[in-house]
């Protein structure tokens, strides 16, 4: 990815860049640190702007967003809100059935946009540019994400079928819901595969000719358990930091290719009520102040950070504060932090349930 980066930047390079004439590596350093002050501080200006007043959210009409994970939680709710903001929809997802269901909701949407321009046309107000009702389809495709080749073939048939993708949200994810001694190696490595793996493969895919347009987006879901972790999901809380580290790099390697075209968006959400963790529970005392996030909620603080092409989105934003407390406490005062708010054992009883569950299985089928 890096050689493809590197060949779509530009031949010539502007007057008094900061490698223009041979200057070495060391001279790029020292020019660097006079030149940065300035837009450091700018930096710090427009991050403050951006929490007094809303930037104006990005038009997605007409093009093309493909969603993983898309028949169910988080990603079937991305879906829903793409297209009520008239995105044509690639779905991805292992389970067909559920997938479909998801493209018979964003069909209904559709149907209601499609009332609504023939409502708006009829009583005269084309002030606002509408839509063709036949430019907005959806589109399916049973994949697995944690196959490397299944992905590439997919995305090969996405590009015949549909065209190329504007927006990809890396959305699917799994969760083993075993200890570590007791997880097998096998749902370790489909966790690694599905959580962090995939995104390197559906990058790859979709990505060369967003550098050549200098025009994408590209949406990790990740976790706050990639930012900070906890006990008891050491495989999830690995794929998820690996994914962070991901998307970290790739958005550094668009700026120093100065492909700003191509935005980024990082999120990630604390404990989300979708089913995926039923049963993870922290101190009761603490609970009303710090419930699951409705899912609806989730995805909605997203969007308003994809279609502003904000960087990266916590939820709640309470997420930043322990990021940062984690970041630069001692390793014992951040246990005693657990401790206290009962996130040092919080996935026990969803582990628990888990068990409980995988046993009933067995004795059901009578293994």
């Known amino acids: 990815m890096a050689r493809a980066l590197q060949t779509a930047r530009p031949g010539r390079r502007r007057p008094g860049h900061p490698t223009a004439g ?7 350093c020292d020019e ?3 030149l940065r002050p300035r837009p450091l501080l700018w930096a710090f ?7 007094l007043v809303r930037p104006k959210e990005k038009s997605v009409a007409g093009q093309v967003c493909l969603i993983t994970g898309a028949g169910s939680g988080l990603g079937r709710l991305f879906a829903l809100e793409f297209a009520r903001r008239r995105a044509l929809l690639v779905l991805w997802d292992i389970n067909t059935q559920s997938n479909e269901e998801t493209a018979g909701m964003v069909r209904h949407i559709y149907r209601d946009l499609e009332a609504a321009d023939a409502a708006a046309l009829q009583a005269g107000n084309g002030e606002e540019e509408i839509l063709p009702h036949c430019n907005l389809q959806v589109f399916t495709y049973t994949c697995d994400v944690g196959k490397r080749e299944n992905v590439y073939l997919t995305a090969e048939r996405v590009r015949k079928e549909v065209g190329e993708v504007s927006v990809l949200v890396n959305n699917a994810g799994v969760v083993s819901g075993h200890h570590l001694l007791e997880c097998p190696d096998e749902l370790i490595e489909r966790t690694m595969m599905v ?3 995939a995104h390197f493969w559906t990058t790859k895919a979709f990505l060369p000719t967003m550098l050549e347009i200098n025009h994408g987006h590209i949406v990790t879901v990740a976790s ?10 050491e495989d999830y809380c690995a794929s998820k930091f690996g994914v962070v580290g991901f998307h970290e790099s790739l958005s550094h390697e668009l700026k120093a290719a100065e492909k700003d075209g191509i935005k980024t968006t ?6 989300v009520d979708t089913g995926m963790f039923r049963g993870c529970r922290i101190r009761k005392e603490i609970e009303p102040f710090l419930p699951p996030l409705k899912p609806d909620y989730c995805v909605k603080q997203a969007m308003k950070a994809i279609l502003t092409d904000q960087p990266m989105i916590c939820t709640p934003r309470l997420m ?6 984690k970041s630069i406490l001692p390793f014992e005062a951040v246990v005693c932090m657990y401790r206290f708010l009962g996130a040092d054992k919080c996935m026990y009883p969803f582990i628990a349930q888990r ?3 995988t046993n009933n299985n067995e004795a059901k089928n009578g293994i």
């Open 195 to 197: 959580n962090c793996h």
């Open 45 to 51: 200006v427009l991050a403050a702007a951006r929490w």
């Open 320 to 325: 930043y504060i322990v990021t940062f407390m």
């Open 32 to 34: 660097g640190w006079r």
């Open 266 to 271: 990082l999120v990630c959400p604390y404990l």
């Open 22 to 28: 041979g200057v070495s590596c060391e001279g790029r």
């Open 224 to 233: 706050s358990l990639g930012l900070f972790s906890t006990a008891g999901v």
């Open 355 to 357: 068990k409980q569950a």
